[in-house]
């Protein structure tokens, strides 16, 4: 890749990011802070913004990770070579789902402060500036992914691996990695064996629901825990309640009027106690 695009690249988010702050600033002065749903929604778009931020930052750590593993191949053992193929498909395969990720972010910023009462029309700049540099980073990636598919025809043996990536991380990562979730409202969660009704003994100490001793995960969705540090519903915050076991600390749910964001801030607590993720909407 290009030095002088990934350069480019990095001052184009470092743009954005100054813009964010700017904007924060602006926004929380004390007449608005009076404004509880005002600054809700302003809230909720500065933790998008800030999501979207930290999505770019980790594109562009993989982004030298491949670089760096891709310099230099020719002279390594087959056993090496094998590994580094592993880990640069791993970390393209990272990329192109947290890029994704950042397009459905932004998708969604746009979308809810057009249709907020309390719309900011700087904002819709600023969304301007991120989709501008998710578009710029997308072909930079693509840049990246024809260098490797270079490295791919010269050396048989990086080939070799990449044909078997697949079936390796079906067998191995795919195993490791797999974590589970499932929202819906308490009678649907019920007529799907997700959790069971209560008795009036149990509702004396506060409990509302209950998960069944047994349930089928093929109803949850199922995604990757290494890849997944966001999750989206179209619900606003006050109807969500995690009904599953999370490290407290782990996560953070945040939200406007009409859709609410979890965002994981440390996968391996957030999924430790419970690889099956329980969201009643209420």
């Keep these: 890749m290009d030095p002088m695009a990934v350069k480019d690249s990095r001052f184009r988010v470092a743009g954005v990011v100054f813009i964010a702050f700017i904007f924060l600033l602006s926004s929380c002065t004390p007449e608005k802070q009076k404004l509880d749903p005002q600054q809700a929604h302003i809230e909720s778009m500065m933790a998008i913004l800030a999501q979207v931020q930290k999505n770019l930052g980790r594109i562009q750590q993989k982004e030298a990770v491949v670089e760096r593993l891709s310099s230099g191949i020719e002279g390594k053992e087959s056993r090496d070579v094998e590994q580094i193929g592993k880990d640069i498909a791993a970390s393209i395969r990272f990329i192109d789902s947290t890029l994704v990720a950042s397009k459905n972010l932004v998708r969604k910023l746009e979308a809810e402060n057009r249709s907020s009462t309390y719309r900011v029309e ?5 969304v301007s500036e991120l989709q501008l540099a998710i578009n710029t980073k997308d072909g930079e990636v693509n840049t990246l992914k024809g260098h490797v598919q270079k490295l791919n025809k010269q050396l048989s043996s990086l080939m070799a691996t990449v044909d078997v990536l697949d079936e390796y991380i079906q067998d191995q990562e795919v195993q490791l990695y797999t974590v589970y979730y499932i929202t819906g409202t308490f009678n649907e969660l019920v007529s799907k064996g997700i959790l069971v009704s209560i008795n009036p003994l149990e509702k004396l100490f506060g409990r509302e629901y209950r998960l069944a001793s047994d349930f089928n995960v093929k ?16 619900k606003p915050l006050k109807s969500l309640k995690i009904i599953t076991p999370h490290t407290a600390g782990s996560y953070e749910l945040v939200g406007g009027k009409t859709s609410s964001l979890l965002l994981i801030r440390d996968g391996n607590a957030f999924w430790q106690k419970s690889r099956c993720l329980v969201i009643v909407t209420e």
């Design 122 to 126: 700087s904002l819709d700049r600023l």
């Design 219 to 234: 109803l949850f969705k199922k995604v990757d825990m290494m890849e997944t540090r966001d999750l989206f519903f179209d």
